[in-house]
T-cell receptor
Framework: AQKITQTQPGMFVQEKEAVTLDCTYD???????LFWYKQPSSGEMIFLIY??????QNATEGRYSLNFQKARKSANLVISASQLGDSAMYFC?????????????FGIGTKLQVIP | EPEVTQTPSHQVTQMGQEVILRCVPI?????FYWYRQILGQKVEFLVS????????KSEIFDDQFSVERPDGSNFTLKIRSTKLEDSAMYFC?????????????FGQGTRLTVV
């Protein structure tokens, strides 16, 4: 089974509108962390937002918020007031908490295009 | 703001040659990682490194790969005899701790092209 599933290969959004990028995850661990990264066409990986499995409140960072639904194992990224510079690949990732299991697993990504 | 830096940004090499990709992690970080991303595909974990030894590696990280922290600042990935399929973007990352909630900071990547 895929650890991280991103079902939207591509998304379009009108500038200034909000958009939700879907992410579901699979883990049997109680302690884990969920991340979203942005990868513009230049290729670098930019950290956007983090949600811990024990955090009761949804994480927010500026225009980014993470809609965390633990029972459904989903961690959707919401971008409000989209800007042209938001056009990029977006990766959902998970870090599981077992000691010694240190890797972050990435989803396949969603390509977001913001339309003027 | 501290950042992970990688050099070179782009490396072209002939098949069969050895390459060394270099990374300078954030100075107070203790855990180091290499990931790769084949063009158009997802980011894949290669290896994690802590306390001067590999703590975990993926099935991709076979005998042609090695990592080293030769001094207090650099963290290198060596590919001994490159193959065409090694062409990818290679990302170095570091983190302060190895707990579920600790974010990993990524470098800007080295694009390796094997010809």
């Amino acid at each position: 089974a895929q650890k991280i599933t991103q079902t939207q290969p591509g998304m379009f959004v009108q500038e200034k509108e909000a958009v939700t990028l879907d992410c579901t995850y699979d883990t049997s661990d109680q302690s884990y962390g969920l991340f979203w990264y942005k990868q513009p066409s230049s290729g670098e990986m930019i950290f956007l937002i983090y949600q811990g499995s024990y955090d009761e409140q949804n994480a927010t960072e500026g225009r980014y918020s993470l809609n965390f639904q633990k029972a459904r194992k989903s961690a959707n990224l919401v971008i409000s007031a989209s800007q042209l510079g938001d056009s990029a690949m977006y990766f959902c990732a998970m870090r599981e908490g077992r000691r010694g299991y240190q890797k972050v697993t990435f989803g396949i990504g969603t390509k977001l295009q913001v339309i003027p | 703001e501290p950042e992970v830096t990688q050099t070179p940004s782009h490396q072209v090499t002939q098949m069969g040659q050895e390459v060394i990709l270099r990374c300078v992690p954030i100075s107070n970080h203790l855990y180091f990682y290499w990931y790769r991303q084949i063009l158009g595909q997802k980011v894949e974990f290669l290896v994690s490194f802590y306390n001067n030894e590999i703590s975990e590696k993926s099935e991709i990280f076979d005998d042609q790969f090695s990592v080293e922290r030769p001094d207090g600042s650099n963290f290198t990935l060596k590919i001994r005899s490159t193959k065409l399929e090694d062409s990818a973007m290679y990302f170095c990352a570091s983190s302060r701790a190895d707990r579920a909630g600790t974010e990993a900071f990524f470098g800007q990547g080295t694009r390796l092209t094997v010809v």
